[in-house]
């Protein structure tokens, strides 16, 4: 079960499961961001941290690759790449971004976090596809893995 204030994706439409991700198009911050302090699992880490879990929904069809960062920031107006701090940037081939498949899937990284965390996607050229993303108490079984991936930065 997904808690709905750790979801990244969630907008309430039809009370479906289509509600828990969104469509990725443009270059764009998440539907949602995390506030930290309201979740009570601000300071990030210790033996138990969050998971970061990413999930390609839908095939992205014309894209080349997209890149997801998750961003710190301390107030809600400002997440964006100005003021924001990443803490971590991936990127995935559009090959590997088939329905169902699990990007992402770690603990969150140690870092300085700010109280509020987002997701800013930056796809390389325009397509169509939708994420779902949120944070987990642990790790997700993947049904698929992507087979290459490029990380840079933490």
């Known amino acids: 079960m997904i808690d709905l204030g750790l979801c990244f994706t969630y907008t309430y ?4 499961f289509a509600d828990y991700h969104e469509a990725v198009t443009v270059a764009a911050i998440s539907a949602n961001y995390i506030d930290l302090d309201a979740a009570g699992i601000r300071p990030v880490g210790g033996s138990k941290p969050p998971w970061l879990v990413v999930w390609s ?3 992205f069809a014309t894209m080349v690759s997209m890149g997801i ?3 710190t920031d301390s107030v809600i107006p400002a997440l964006d790449a100005v003021t924001a701090d990443d803490v971590m940037v991936t990127r995935f081939t559009a090959a590997v971004m ?3 498949t699990l990007l992402i899937n770690q603990p969150l990284p140690a870092f300085k976090y700010k109280q509020y965390l987002a997701l800013e996607y930056e796809p390389y050229t325009n397509g169509t596809g939708s994420i779902l993303a949120y944070l ?3 790790p997700e079984t993947a049904i698929t893995a992507p ?3 490029v990380e840079a930065g933490t």
Do not use: E, H, M
């Open 136 to 138: 987990s108490t642990g």
């Open 57 to 59: 929904i839908t095939v």
């Open 13 to 16: 439409s039809a009370g479906t």
């Open 147 to 149: 087979a290459n991936t």
């Open 69 to 71: 960062k998750l961003i």
């Open 98 to 100: 088939a329905a169902n």
